[in-house]
T-cell receptor, first 112, second 112 residues
Framework: QQQVKQSPQSLIVQKGGISIINCAYENTAFDYFPWYQQFPGKGPALLIAIRPDVSEKKEGRFTISFNKSAKQFSLHIMDSQPGDSATYFC???????????FGGGTRVLVKP | DAGITQSPRHKVTETGTPVTLRCHQTENHRYMYWYRQDPGHGLRLIHYSYGVKDTDKGEVSDGYSVSRSKTEDFLLTLESATSSQTSVYFCATLSQERDEQYFGPGTRLTVT
């Protein structure tokens, strides 16, 4: 049973466009929602994270929107660049042990 | 990679053989984790450790064991490898100061 569902599985966007990735979760005990970026052959790297006491967090071109009542959160990549081409994972964790539950991943391709 | 090394980086082994993967960290982080990554499943937690000799199971722990005799080393053992354990294995540590998990470069394991 996948507790964090991520969509779409893949995404193609033109340079300068907006990439949007959505995640939905089931466990209301989750209290930390990070997004990771992974390039081929590398480990995931934290991109941005949010806690449920805020509805939006922005860092540069990356924004997380969080809807606690709907149990959904999303990543928006503004002004997408070819260097943003990577696989993106949403995740969620409960306080005990900071164990991450990941979504299935979204492969993003930004065309120049 | 936040001071995390994994060894070996690649391994091919036969079904039924024991395999040990090593994770070494230099940041003195208390929490360490082993995840496996498979297409469509994101990353899934195998085992984690919250201190020397303190470990607990994750989501997909069957067929795996771990040991942590020193803060800096976390070993993952497949007692009798099976083809279903062909995967990419990532180690991670938690910076409690920054509330952020850092991932190692991964080990690609193929069981034939």
């Amino acid at each position: 049973q996948q507790q964090v569902k991520q969509s779409p599985q893949s995404l193609i966007v033109q340079k300068g466009g907006i990439s949007i990735i959505n995640c939905a979760y089931e466990n209301t005990a989750f209290d930390y929602f990070p997004w990771y970026q992974q390039f081929p052959g590398k480990g995931p790297a934290l991109l941005i994270a949010i806690r449920p006491d805020v509805s939006e967090k922005k860092e540069g071109r990356f924004t997380i929107s969080f809807n606690k009542s709907a149990k959904q959160f999303s990543l928006h990549i503004m002004d997408s660049q070819p260097g943003d081409s990577a696989t993106y994972f949403c995740a969620a964790s409960i306080p005990a042990g900071n164990k991450l539950t990941f979504g299935g991943g979204t492969r993003v391709l930004v065309k120049p | 990679d936040a001071g995390i090394t994994q060894s070996p980086r690649h391994k091919v082994t036969e079904t039924g053989t024991p395999v040990t993967l090593r994770c070494h960290q230099t940041e003195n982080h208390r929490y360490m984790y082993w995840y496996r990554q498979d297409p469509g499943h994101g990353l899934r937690l195998i085992h984690y450790s919250y201190g020397v000799k303190d470990t607990d199971k994750g989501e997909v722990s069957d067929g795996y064991s771990v040991s942590r005799s020193k803060t800096e080393d976390f070993l993952l053992t497949l007692e009798s490898a099976t083809s279903s354990q062909t995967s990419v294995y990532f180690c991670a540590t938690l910076s409690q100061e920054r509330d952020e998990q850092y991932f190692g470069p991964g080990t690609r394991l193929t069981v034939t």
